[in-house]
């Protein structure tokens, strides 16, 4: 491919990603084995050095891997190395493999396709990235005297068939138990039909050390139910959409096939695929004629139901637990953030944006994790970062996304990707998008991410490892800006998925693009600047700024009328210019504060946002003092609401307002997913201001403490395991209507409090108490529901 030389060729332009020395090289079978051949290696220890001191196998692959030691699996991980931007990172995994040796030895690898190899992206395109699956490994063992033997991937590596017959992350696995042969990774193992490796032509300095936790196996689910379908097909329904996939332990006739489908949502009570365009998301075990365990680890699919075809015998609700259970997999993360509240279907809201995080948190920040997409899209994170990093310790997992986002940017003469890692640079189709240029919201994850991180945990050096990055993007759209100082040519997605916008047509938004655009870099301008000054660049820091002082001007002077009015007078472009604080002056401000809260409410507070509005507008109404209209929009149960999906039955954040329409059929569009977490970023403004809990200085080394309950809402507590310890905020409304709130303070952390009625006071380290007036806290018992005149 041109265009892929192309990108290959400008990895010579980029820093080394690694200067550990390895003897190891990357080796691929001489038969591809259906995608899925196995790697073997014997080796004895040496003789009179003493005990092993310890062995380590670092250990990546051109596709995924599973490594074993005389039989035993080296890691939890799975689909190990995961998808980075492979032309210039390739990751490696370390694995203390002391306790599996012996005297004799096989080390053993099972490879996949993986991203590597297998079908990415929505125009049916595969092996992007090469030809052939590749392995590297390298096997140090360190004895007593000092000596180390070393064990490394070469061509004298035999490779064999699996029972691996089909892999695909899209479209499933197939294996076939009647060729299981669980010696193949043992010594004296003798296969008749093994072959010889080669050596592949790879450059060491694009391996990677290793920055982001690994995925791994997270639970396990059981059916609720078991049901026969209009059909007559077996469906079972896991009460969770979640990501994964399914495990069977069962005894049959050989040679029989069982078969499962996945899907998130089901249609006229059957399996609802349609949504899945040309994703198959199809597994099949062929039986073996005895007890086989069957668990698919070169694939995984985004579902909640199953259906089950070939199981030997009748399957119940009863019998299949623990003969069909969905295993959870994604990234290794560690919860930190809790939210609860007094009405359940609030708390259900937040559930489906961790179950969302969770499912599309599996090695890439994905869109969603079901259909031929599943592509590390930028805006989806630039906005739920803030979300993300509070639910969860992130840190890690991003920091290594967004050196794939460097490197991509790099290459690509300082341009952001719609995705990282970036697959539509080699399978772009003019029908769907114009040539890649930067664009608002999207491009600007190179700056809203690290900052989000630095804001949530207080590590700078997300901002001094990510700080050319962010330039170069806020450089790039500076050169895009017209002679106006607006931000409004070229191609942009602007409110993607306004609630408005035709099905077929999803970019036609009520808020003007350019508007949007304008809005969005002045809060990437004032963010370089303020980034800027944080690692030390003072130069930098004075010119961006000056950069956003001119956008400012520029959007007030050609956007905001006189009498505060915003040029295609919508939501969004008030919630972005409250929340970027791009109006010049309290008046405005206010005015747009006023007229946000005209059109909600004349809209019967259902949502009239997309994805760029979405994450801020509660925020913009809470801000300008319309904390009740912030309370409606939350608890509309109307499509198109946040609890809609939830009154649907919805586990996960979908991507549209009305994916599933009220009668229970799909949204007819081609681009329907029912787990996508960017609308779930309203959970940031569940915990600052329904909760109330929001960080004053990064990491929370300082803390506001303010809730504002409202209508609809009786009591709410939030909770965070920060860098500095839990802090945590809970509140109530007593009989006789007074605000009983009680917060926690880790040590070394202030806290200013901020309650109605009460005069702020900080605090230190500690549980304080504090009670507000009835006056101030007297609330109406439902959300608003009344419909206005705009």
Request: proline share 6%; with cysteine.
């Amino acid at each position: 491919m041109t265009n892929n030389q192309t990108i290959l060729d400008t990895k010579e332009k980029l820093p080394t990603m690694s200067q550990t020395p390895w003897t190891a090289t990357m080796i691929a079978s001489d038969d591809d084995f259906a995608g899925a051949p196995l790697l073997r290696k014997d080796f004895s220890l040496p003789k009179g050095h003493g005990d092993i001191v310890s062995a380590k196998l670092r250990a990546t692959a051109l596709g995924i891997f599973e490594a074993f030691i005389n039989g035993q699996p080296v890691t939890d991980e799975v689909l190990s190395p995961g998808w980075s931007s492979y032309e210039w990172r390739l990751r490696y995994g370390s694995y203390d493999v002391t306790p599996l040796l012996q005297a004799e030895n096989t080390l053993g690898v099972s490879l996949g396709n993986g991203w590597y190899r297998g079908f990415l992206g929505f125009n049916g395109g595969s092996r992007f990235y090469g030809e052939e699956l590749g392995f590297l490994g390298q096997l140090d063992i360190e004895f007593a005297d000092g000596f180390v033997h070393t064990v490394a991937s070469d061509s004298s590596w035999r490779a064999g068939p699996s029972a691996t017959l089909a892999n695909d992350l899209y479209n499933g696995q197939t294996i076939d138990a009647r060729l299981i042969d669980d010696d193949w990774a043992r010594p004296g193992f003798a296969g008749s039909s093994w072959t010889g490796t080669h050596v592949l032509d790879f450059d060491v300095n694009r391996l990677a050390d290793p920055v982001s936790p690994p995925v791994t196996r997270q639970e396990e689910l059981t059916p609720v139910n078991v049901f026969s379908s209009p059909t007559g097909k077996t469906l079972l329904d896991f009460g969770q959409n979640l990501v994964g996939w399914i495990k069977l332990t069962v005894q049959g006739p050989a040679g029989t096939t069982i078969t499962v489908r996945h899907a998130e949502v089901l249609e006229d009570s059957e399996l609802g695929t349609r949504l899945l365009r040309t994703a198959e998301a199809t597994d099949r075990f062929i039986l073996s004629g005895g007890r086989d365990v069957f668990e698919p680890t070169k694939t995984f699919h985004g579902f909640r139901y199953a259906e089950i075809d070939g199981w030997p015998g009748e399957l119940t609700t009863d019998s299949a637990a623990g003969a069909v259970d969905a295993v959870v997999v994604h990234t290794k993360l560690q919860r930190t953030g809790h939210f609860e509240s007094s009405n359940e279907l609030v708390n259900q809201l937040h559930r489906n944006v961790v179950w969302g995080l969770r499912g599309n948190f599996l090695d890439v920040p994905t869109d969603c994790p079901q259909r031929n997409e599943r592509l590390g899209w930028t805006g989806d994170i630039a906005v739920f970062a803030p979300t993300a990093a509070f639910l969860f310790d992130v840190k890690d997992f991003l920091q290594d996304w967004l050196l794939d986002l460097a490197a991509e940017q790099k290459a690509q003469n300082g341009l952001v990707p719609f995705t990282v890692p970036d697959i539509l640079k080699y399978d772009v189709h003019p029908e769907h998008f114009p040539a890649p240029e930067s664009t608002a919201l999207w491009s600007e994850a190179a700056v809203w991410v690290p900052w989000a991180l630095w804001e949530a945990y207080g590590d700078p050096s997300v901002l001094k490892l990510q700080f050319d990055s962010m330039a170069a993007h806020t450089r790039r759209v500076e050169g895009l800006l017209s002679e106006s100082g607006l931000w409004d040519t070229g191609f942009q997605f602007g409110d993607w998925l306004d609630p408005d916008a035709p099905p077929e047509n999803p970019i036609a938004a009520k808020a003007d693009k350019g508007v949007v655009a304008t809005a969005c870099m002045y809060h990437t301008a004032i963010l370089t600047a303020k980034a800027a000054a944080i690692v030390g660049r003072p130069a930098d820091a004075e010119h961006f700024q000056a950069l956003a002082d001119r956008v400012k001007q520029a959007f007030n002077t050609h956007y905001v009328d006189g009498d505060g009015i915003i040029h295609s007078d919508s939501t969004t472009v008030y919630a972005l210019a409250i929340s970027f604080d791009v109006l010049d002056s309290p008046e405005k401000v206010a005015a747009a504060g006023t007229r946000l809260s005209q059109l909600v409410r004349a809209n019967g507070y259902r949502v009239s946002t997309g994805f760029a509005g979405t994450p801020y507008i509660t925020g913009a109404l809470s801000d300008t003092g319309h904390i009740e209209d912030a309370y409606g929009l939350l608890l509309e149960e109307e499509c198109p609401s946040w609890l809609y999906p939830v009154k649907m039955g919805a586990t996960t954040v979908w991507e549209r307002w009305d994916s599933m329409l009220p009668d229970g059929t799909i949204n007819p569009g081609e681009m329907t997913s029912f787990n996508h977490y960017a609308l779930g970023a309203v959970a940031d403004w569940l915990h600052k201001v329904v909760g109330g809990l929001s960080p004053l200085e990064p990491g929370y080394a300082k803390v506001r403490i303010a809730p504002r309950p409202g209508p609809g809402l009786t009591s709410a507590s939030v909770s965070l395991q920060s860098p500095h310890g839990v802090v945590a905020v809970e509140w109530h409304l007593d009989e006789d209507g007074n605000l009983q709130v009680q917060a926690t303070v880790p040590d070394g952390v202030t806290a200013d409090v901020d309650l109605p009625g009460l005069d702020s006071v900080t605090v230190g380290s500690g549980t304080h108490a504090f009670t507000g007036p009835a006056a101030e806290a007297e609330l109406l018992e439902a959300a608003p529901s009344s419909r206005t005149e705009a």
